[in-house]
C-alpha cells in the first residue's frame, strides 16, 4: 500500500507538472483524489465509461491517464458523466492525468518510446505545442519500406492498422520526426520542410496532411492516435508500481483511430 499523496508528489516532479504548459482544459496533474491509499495502480489512454468500469473491476485506487476528464468548459454532472464520477466515488478510485508533460518527457515520453519501438535514436526535437518542444527527430539510413513494416508491427500489436502515404520503391529514410497523437498538421508539416525530415510518423491527421505531403517531399506514416500514445502511461505505471511496491496494469480501450 502506498500514500496517494506520495505518488502525487513523484509524478508531479517527475513530469514536471506544474512547469510545463499545455491547453487549459487538460488540467495535469491530480483531478480526483480518494480517500489517501493506492494498493493499485492502473493506466489508461483515455477517460471512458470502459476505462473506469475496468479499473473498478481490477480494483485499481488510482488511475493515470493521458488524456484527462476534463476537455469541456463545466458541464452538469449527468448522465455518463454522473455515472463515471459516482463509479469513481463510490469505489475510492483518484484520477491523475499526464498530457503534454508526458508526451515530451525523455524516458516517459510517448515520442520518444515510440522511437525506441521503431529502433529509431533521436538526436533533436520536433513539433512546437504551447512554446514547447513535443516530438522528436533524427537521422538514419534505411529503407522506408523497413520503417513501413516496423510501423505496421507496433500497429498490430495495438489494434491499429498503418495508414501511409505512398512509398516508392528503394526510397530512403534518412531525417525522421516523430510527433505522438494529432501529429500531422499545417504547422508540423511545415517545421518538417524547414527541418529538412523526409519522413514523420504521427498518431493522426486531417486528410489535407496526406495530399499535401508527397508535394512536400515528405512521407507520413499515421500510426494511429490511441496506439502511438499508449506507451507513456504503459511506462509511467510500470514506474510507480516498482518505485511504490504497489500493483499495476494497463487498461486497453482501442478507439480504432
Ligand atoms: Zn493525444
Known amino acids: 500500500m502506498a500514500a496517494l499523496a506520495d505518488i502525487v508528489a513523484f509524478l508531479d516532479a517527475e513530469l ?14 491530480l ?7 493506492v494498493s493499485h495502480v492502473a493506466a489508461a489512454v483515455d477517460f471512458s465509461a470502459t476505462v473506469v468500469h475496468e479499473a473498478v473491476t481490477r480494483g485499481a485506487s488510482m488511475l493515470i491517464l493521458h488524456h484527462g476528464m476534463f476537455w469541456a ?3 452538469p454532472i449527468v448522465g455518463p458523466r454522473y455515472h463515471r464520477l459516482s463509479l469513481l466515488f463510490e469505489n475510492d478510485v483518484a484520477v491523475y492525468a499526464s498530457h503534454l508533460p508526458l508526451d515530451l518527457h525523455p524516458r516517459f515520453g510517448n515520442n520518444v518510446l515510440l522511437a525506441q519501438e521503431l529502433g529509431l535514436t533521436p538526436s533533436g526535437g520536433f513539433a512546437s ?31 491499429r492498422h498503418l495508414v501511409t502515404t505512398p512509398v516508392r520503391a528503394r526510397q530512403m529514410t534518412r531525417r525522421w520526426g516523430i510527433c505522438s497523437g494529432a501529429g500531422a498538421s499545417t504547422d508540423t508539416l511545415d517545421e518538417a520542410v524547414e527541418l529538412g525530415l523526409d519522413t514523420l510518423i504521427v498518431g493522426e491527421g486531417p ?6 505531403a508527397p508535394d512536400l517531399g515528405i512521407t507520413i506514416l499515421y500510426a494511429g492516435h490511441y ?31
Open 16 to 29: 514536471r507538472t506544474s512547469e510545463i504548459p499545455d491547453y487549459p482544459a487538460a488540467m495535469n496533474g
Open 31 to 37: 483531478q480526483l483524489a480518494n480517500r489517501g491509499d
Open 73 to 75: 468548459d463545466a458541464t
Open 129 to 159: 505545442s504551447q512554446g514547447m518542444v513535443i516530438g522528436v527527430s533524427g537521422s538514419s539510413d534505411i529503407l522506408t519500406a523497413t520503417l513501413v513494416e516496423r510501423a505496421k508491427a507496433f500497429c498490430e500489436r495495438n489494434a
Open 207 to 212: 486528410h489535407h496532411t496526406a495530399v499535401q
Open 227 to 257: 496506439a502511438t500514445e499508449t506507451l507513456g502511461v504503459k511506462a509511467l505505471v510500470a514506474e510507480v508500481a516498482t518505485r511504490f511496491g504497489i500493483a499495476s496494469s494497463f487498461i486497453e480501450a482501442p478507439t480504432g483511430l
